[in-house]
């Protein structure tokens, strides 16, 4: 079978070799780079990245946490979970999903649990914010504390912040839940170890605790 010819031309038939062609452009291409020629004989100024976006203003902002006025300024868009690890050094509420679904980073406000991450700082400027650090006397655990340690409530102890303060916050304001009441009241908080039946153990612990000083 005769072999047909290719009709094309080959690369060096056109005078100009493949390296040649690659060298070209990759000097026109540094050229254009530098010179920073537009068409129409314009010449683009590259700008600092730092000129053309600004950093958003810095407001004032003062919150009460655990008792203590704290005075800073932040960003608008700034979350109180941000504020409380990055600019207070509080890091006892955990960043998660940081979309209001797992609870980590579970805080009161007031006698309400909040998602911090789900909460602008400055939301959070009237009112009283009690955070795990809160719970504390001196070096002494608080009784929800205590009764996660005592019921082992806890695996791996990611999510324990969280939930300490959603039984916190359940206690407050009913001081002798039921069990389905307690099932209620975490709910909103996730345990992807699954330590579910000691965390329920731990909150039924926790308001004898309350309601007895610590007596059984």
């Not at 919150?63 to 006892?92: C, D, F, Q």
């Not at 039924?204 to 000083?213: D, M, P, S, V, Y």
């Amino acid at each position: 079978m005769k072999k047909k010819e290719c009709k094309c031309k080959k690369p060096a038939e056109t005078g100009v070799s493949r390296r040649q062609f690659l060298s070209a452009a990759g000097a026109g291409t540094l050229g254009v780079a530098a010179a920073g020629t537009l068409v129409g004989g314009e010449t683009a100024i590259a700008e600092p990245v730092a000129d053309i976006i600004q950093p958003t203003e810095l407001v004032p902002v003062t919150l009460h946490i655990n008792e203590r006025e704290h005075k800073l300024l932040v960003e608008p868009r700034w979350s109180l979970l941000y504020v409380l690890r990055e600019k207070l050094g509080m890091t006892a509420a955990k960043p998660g999903c940081e979309r209001g679904e797992c609870g980590s980073c579970t805080v009161l406000m007031g006698s309400q649990t909040r998602y911090s991450c789900m909460t602008l700082a400055l939301e959070a400027t009237h009112t009283e914010i009690t955070t795990l650090e809160g719970l504390l006397d001196g070096e002494e655990l608080g009784a929800v504390q205590e009764a996660f340690v005592e019921c082992d409530g806890y695996q791996c102890g990611y999510c324990t912040p969280g939930q300490v303060m959603a039984v916190e916050g359940l206690l407050r304001a009913n001081p002798e839940p039921s069990i389905d009441e307690i099932r209620l009241g975490v709910s909103g908080n996730l345990c992807r170890c699954g330590a579910y039946p000691n965390i329920f153990k731990a909150a039924e612990r926790a308001g004898e605790i309350k309601r007895t000083g610590g007596e059984s």
